[in-house]
């Protein structure tokens, strides 16, 4: 491979450095990107986090956003396997558009679209990454656990 092909796959940071949105994003834009087992196993993640319908539709937002991307890229996005705990490149640029999105950053998120796919998809790919990044964020926000009312100091441990 010539050093154009692969630079978008230079690795530039780990998984574990990310927030859990950013981490999300990587992770299942490589699930989707492994194939029928990989989508399965992403479609299953949303519907126990986040329930049958608003699962659906948070597969639906990841199959629409990594589908433009593969289908109108300025080139094939590069991308680390599964398992691996390196960022690439344009890993991390995906994450930052998916987290800006979710933030409400919608010019951030225009911005790092355009990076990705032709100009004339960008706002198309940043709304999906707006729905995409706000799933994540549904899923990644703790359950509140049952209090009995009353306040209780914060540990400290450091």
């Known amino acids: 491979m010539s050093g154009a092909s692969t630079r978008g796959g230079a690795p530039v940071g780990r998984l574990a450095d990310l927030t859990p949105i950013e981490a999300g994003a990587v992770m299942y834009l490589r699930m989707w990107s492994d194939g029928a087992a990989g989508r399965a196993d992403a479609a299953h993640d949303f519907?126990?986090?986040?329930g049958a319908d608003h699962g659906q539709l948070a597969m639906l937002a990841l199959d629409r956003l990594c589908s433009?991307?593969?289908?109108?890229?300025?080139?094939?996005l590069i991308r680390h396997?599964?398992?691996?705990?390196?960022?690439?490149?344009?890993?991390?640029?995906?994450?930052q558009m998916i987290a800006a999105a979710s933030e409400g950053a919608?010019?951030?998120?225009?911005?790092?679209?355009?990076?990705?796919?032709?100009?004339?998809?960008?706002?198309?790919?940043?709304s999906l990454s707006e729905e995409f990044g706000l799933a994540l964020r549904r899923m990644t926000t703790a359950i509140p656990f049952p209090t009995t009312g009353h306040?209780?100091?914060?540990?400290?441990l450091h």
């Open 47 to 50: 519907d126990i986090a986040l």
């Open 68 to 76: 433009l991307c593969a289908h109108h890229g300025r080139r094939p």
């Open 151 to 156: 306040q209780t100091p914060s540990a400290v």
């Open 81 to 95: 396997g599964l398992g691996c705990a390196c960022l690439g490149a344009d890993e991390s640029c995906f994450a």
């Open 106 to 126: 919608r010019e951030d998120a225009m911005m790092l679209a355009a990076l990705i796919v032709r100009p004339d998809f960008a706002p198309a790919l940043a």
